[in-house]
C-alpha cells in the first residue's frame, strides 16, 4: 500500500479546563523531520510527541503545532505582599511631604507592575497535561494519515498506468526484435550484391552469415527486455506491500531507465527508438510521483 508523503490533519479537544488544538502537515523529504511549535514549558514533550509522530510517519517532515489554553482560576495569580508593602509605605511618605490625607484604594495599588504574579499555569503543568494532548495529536495524525492513504491510492493508479505503458512498449520491441536481424541481413545482401555486381565479383555466403551473426549480437536486447519485465513485476509487487517503500520503489524506477537507456543504444532500429522515447518518458513521470511516496 502506498502512501503519500504528504497530507494534512487537525483535531481540538477539551478537558479539566483545559483546551488543546493541534495541527500537521507533512511534506515530502527524503529522512524523517520534526518541526515542533508549542507554547513556552512545553518543549519538555517534545521527544514524547516524537515518538507518537513516528508510528503515523516513517519518512517525510511533519510540521507540528501545538496550542494550549486553559480558563483561568484564582491559583493562577498571586500577591506579592513585599512588593504591595513596599508600594504602601513610599505612598504614605509622598503623601506627607505633599501634605495629602486622602485614602489610596487597594484596587490602584494592586494594579501597579509585580504586585500580581501570573503563575506558570499550563507551562508548570505539560506533564500533567500529556495524556490530552497525546490524545489530540493521535486525532490529528490518524486525519493526516487518512489524507496520506487516500493520495497514495490515488498514485498507485497513475503509477500502474505508466508501467502498463512500458510494459506495452515492451511488448512492441519483442516482436520488433525478431525483424530487426532479418531486415539486417536483407539490406546487407542488397548492398552487398549490387558492389558486387558493379564490379564483376563475388563473395561467400558464409562472409554474409557471420556479419549478420556479428550484428545480431551486438544489438541483442533480450537479457535487457527480461530484466526490465523483472523490474516492472518487482514494482507492482512492492506497490502492494503491506508497507509503503518508496526508497525501494526509487531504486527499481533508477533501474528501469538504465535498462531502458541500453536498449536504446543497442537496438539500432528507429522503431525501436521511438519506444524507448515513450518509455523514458513514462519513466520520468514514475520518476516525479516517487519523490512523494513515503
Not at 110 to 120: A, D, K, Y
Request: with cysteine.
Amino acid at each position: 500500500m502506498l502512501l503519500s508523503m504528504t497530507g494534512y490533519g487537525e483535531a481540538q479537544a477539551h478537558a479539566d479546563g483545559v483546551s488543546v488544538a493541534v495541527e500537521a502537515r507533512a511534506i515530502n523529504s527524503r529522512y524523517f523531520k520534526l518541526n515542533f511549535r508549542a507554547p513556552e514549558g512545553f518543549g519538555s514533550l517534545e521527544t514524547l510527541i516524537e515518538s507518537v509522530v513516528r508510528k503515523y510517519v516513517k519518512r517525510g517532515t511533519v510540521q507540528l503545532g501545538l496550542r494550549l489554553d486553559r480558563e483561568p482560576s484564582a491559583d493562577d495569580y498571586k500577591i506579592n505582599t513585599q512588593v504591595l508593602a513596599g508600594y504602601s509605605h513610599q505612598l504614605q511618605t509622598v503623601q506627607k511631604d505633599l501634605n495629602y490625607s486622602g485614602d489610596i484604594p487597594l484596587k490602584t495599588l494592586l494594579g501597579l507592575p509585580g504586585v500580581i504574579n501570573e503563575s506558570q499555569g499550563l507551562s508548570q503543568r505539560a506533564s500533567e497535561c500529556w495524556p490530552l494532548v497525546e490524545t489530540t495529536i493521535k486525532q490529528a495524525l490518524e486525519m493526516l494519515a487518512k489524507m496520506r492513504t487516500e493520495e497514495g491510492h490515488a498514485m498507485a493508479a497513475d503509477l500502474r498506468l505508466n508501467c502498463q505503458a512500458i510494459a506495452d512498449r515492451v511488448a512492441s520491441i519483442q516482436s520488433r526484435t525478431e525483424k530487426v536481424v532479418e531486415n539486417y541481413r536483407t539490406r546487407l545482401t542488397e548492398r552487398v550484391q549490387k558492389i558486387l555486381d558493379d564490379h564483376d565479383a563475388a563473395v561467400e555466403q558464409a562472409d554474409i552469415i557471420r556479419e549478420v551473426g556479428i550484428f545480431a549480437e551486438r544489438c541483442d536486447i533480450s537479457e535487457e527486455l527480461v530484466r526490465l519485465r523483472s523490474h516492472l513485476d518487482q514494482f507492482d509487487t512492492t506497490m502492494d506491500a503491506v508497507e509503503s517503500s518508496g526508497r525501494k520503489l526509487d531504486f527499481l524506477t533508477q533501474e528501469i531507465f538504465r535498462e531502458t537507456n541500453t536498449i536504446g543504444s543497442k537496438a539500432n532500429d528507429s522503431e525501436i527508438s521511438r519506444h524507448v522515447i515513450e518509455m523514458k518518458a513514462a519513466n520520468e513521470r514514475i520518476r516525479e510521483m516517487i519523490q512523494n511516496v513515503e
